[in-house]
């Protein structure tokens, strides 16, 4: 596999729903045996670009599911009920929960997790978006720290 198919797989891979880059980097310098700090770096970026969309879009996509079918509705307010059970420190901490939210590299906490409680929750963009950035840096830098010590 050449070294931009390695890179393109850590990239798709940091865009997906609960793999983020909590899964690309240690896929990246594992089994793709890439460098680390570019595989860090191209997951950060990778991990950010769906996260202003999300943001923005996923009120009006959860309105339409609801209208659109009884089963797609269910999924749209099951998905806004755990956003509110996550949020719930945002209540108290505002952007430094949502930071708090997103670094800490668990399953169901990321970016993608990060900007649906901002969405559901009503946070500006502006105040978000670097909250959910600095998270995915400081999850990106553990996930790296984990990965170098693990898997090299």
């Given at each position: 596999?050449?070294?931009?198919?390695k890179y393109l797989c850590v990239i798709g891979l940091s865009m997906?729903?609960?793999?983020?880059?909590?899964?690309?980097?240690?896929i990246g310098v594992g089994p793709l045996d890439l460098p680390l700090?570019?595989?860090?770096?191209?997951?950060?970026?990778?991990?950010?670009?769906?996260?202003?969309?999300?943001?923005?879009?996923?009120?009006?996509?959860?309105?339409?599911?609801?209208?659109?079918?009884?089963?797609?509705?269910?999924?749209?307010?099951?998905?806004?009920?755990?956003?509110?059970?996550k949020g719930k420190m945002l209540v108290k901490y505002q952007t430094?929960?949502?930071?708090?939210?997103?670094?800490?590299?668990?399953?169901?906490?990321?970016?993608?997790?990060?900007?649906?409680?901002?969405?559901?929750?009503?946070?500006?963009?502006?105040?978000?978006?670097?909250?959910?950035?600095?998270?995915?840096?400081?999850?990106?830098?553990?996930?790296?720290?984990?990965?170098?010590?693990?898997?090299?």
């Open positions: 596999m050449s070294t931009f198919v997906l729903p609960v793999i983020e880059l909590r899964g690309a980097v240690p700090i570019p595989v860090l770096i191209t997951s950060i970026i990778s991990n950010m670009l769906p996260v202003p969309f999300i943001i923005v879009f996923i009120r009006k996509i959860f309105d339409w599911m609801k209208n659109k079918s009884e089963r797609l509705g269910r999924i749209a307010s099951k998905m806004e009920e755990r956003a509110h059970k430094l929960g949502l930071y708090i939210l997103v670094a800490i590299p668990l399953p169901g906490t990321g970016a993608w997790t990060g900007a649906l409680v901002a969405a559901v929750f009503n946070l500006r963009l502006k105040n978000s978006v670097p909250a959910i950035f600095l998270g995915v840096i400081t999850a990106g830098i553990i996930m790296a720290v984990f990965s170098d010590v693990f898997l090299r």
